[in-house]
């Protein structure tokens, strides 16, 4: 049952007026690749190269992803790639992606570019130096004295990380406004030259996409989103699950099979002990909102926190209708559930490279 909280009604860690979400926004590129496409590419390209080939088709037609969207068009992934054609493309698309985003999101929140303060930008799939906030300054309209954050390598749980910074950076600047942008293009790291089935249900899962968020003072009126200080989970020697090998031609996905099965063994204590930082009990979180890396995933999350089967049928519908976009995804979710309604307590969740748990508690008053 959903728990209607009034600005009177608060717990300890949300009694005052604080940070809140005055609006989000997101993006995707031009180029929609339906599932049964990409199968059909990547067959054409992978299996002359992978003996195992047809024993993962199923991979493809399970994962629960319909389409997803790319930067670059599905013929552009026939042919060989090395550092200078991915860079070239990332900077392109992700900077179009971070402009689309932003401005979707300051929209929302109904401010102008030249009102944000500070700029947090996440992105772990390409290397932009200057910062793709740079890039798009011009384009924006962000002011001169603008302060600029990038953060580069925490991968799927950067949008929640990100969103955690930027909070904290509002929270310490009363009165200012923090845009936060993640941008990831997955699909360039599409590779045809390693015989690994981690590259394989890579191709099976990502997508590109951005995500951002505007933050700032709340005013403790109600109607508000806020934000509570993030907290995150480092679980040690867990280095190999998952994040990229650097070689000449780019980088290669770390994706461990062990994935799943260590969701559902760590991620409830790995949880709990987050929400006990927080000083909120498990009882009073009325939605978890997640990250969906992929559908055993979600399963592995609903059976761990002991949800109904199909509770997170916002994580699924995102999957299905965009893929898994890394840092950007667990706000497309957010998005949706914010959409659809939902009030009271939540915990935005997101697993990532590290290997790391990342949660920021939320309320949404009525």
């Known amino acids: 049952m959903l728990q209607q909280v009034s600005p009177l009604d608060r717990t300890s860690y ?6 809140v979400l005055r609006g989000i926004g997101t993006a995707v590129p031009p180029h929609a690749l339906p599932q049964s ?4 590419q990547a067959r054409r390209l992978l299996a002359p190269k992978y003996p195992f080939f047809e024993k993962m088709v199923p991979a493809f037609e399970n994962a629960g992803v319909d389409t997803r969207y790319s930067v670059m068009p599905l013929s552009w992934f026939a042919a060989d790639h090395g550092w200078a054609d991915r860079s ?3 900077m392109t698309g992700a900077r179009a992606l971070f402009i689309a985003a932003a401005t979707d999101a300051l929209q929302a929140a109904g401010i102008a570019a030249d009102q944000v303060d500070t700029i947090v930008t996440v992105s772990s799939t390409g290397i ?7 890039q798009a300054h011009r384009e924006m309209g962000f002011r001169r004295d603008v ?3 990038p953060v580069f390598g925490l991968g799927c749980a950067g949008g929640v990380s990100g969103l955690s910074i930027a909070r904290r950076l509002a929270a310490a600047d009363p009165g200012s406004t923090v845009l936060m942008v993640t941008v990831e293009t997955c699909s360039l790291s599409f590779r045809t030259d390693r015989l690994q089935k981690a590259d394989v249900i890579a191709t099976v899962l990502f997508g590109d996409g951005a995500a951002a968020a505007v933050i700032g003072s709340g005013t403790g009126d109600g109607g508000e989103v806020v934000l509570h200080e993030g907290h995150e989970h480092l679980f040690p020697d867990t280095l190999p699950i998952m994040g990229w090998d650097v070689d000449d031609t780019g980088l290669g996905v770390i994706f461990d099979r062990s994935i799943p099965g260590f969701v559902a063994e760590e991620f409830r204590p790995a949880v709990l002990s987050m929400l006990a930082e927080a000083g909120i009990p498990l009882d ?14 979600v399963e592995a999350i609903e059976a761990t926190m002991q949800l109904t089967p199909g509770a997170l049928d916002a994580e699924r519908a995102t999957l299905r209708d965009f893929g898994n976009m890394s840092a950007p995804t667990a706000l497309f979710v957010l998005k949706r559930v914010l959409a659809a309604g939902q009030t009271g307590r939540l915990a935005l969740c997101a697993l990532g490279p590290g290997f790391t748990a990342s949660l920021l508690p939320i309320t949404v008053t009525a």
Request: aromatic content about 6%.
């Open 284 to 297: 009073q979180i009325d939605r978890f909102v997640c990250h969906p890396g992929g559908t055993k995933v």
């Open 147 to 149: 302060r600029r954050v």
């Open 14 to 19: 949300g009694t005052r007026p604080g940070t």
């Open 128 to 134: 932009a130096t200057p910062t793709l906030e740079a």
């Open 37 to 40: 496409e990409v199968l059909d």
């Open 88 to 90: 070239a493309a990332y």
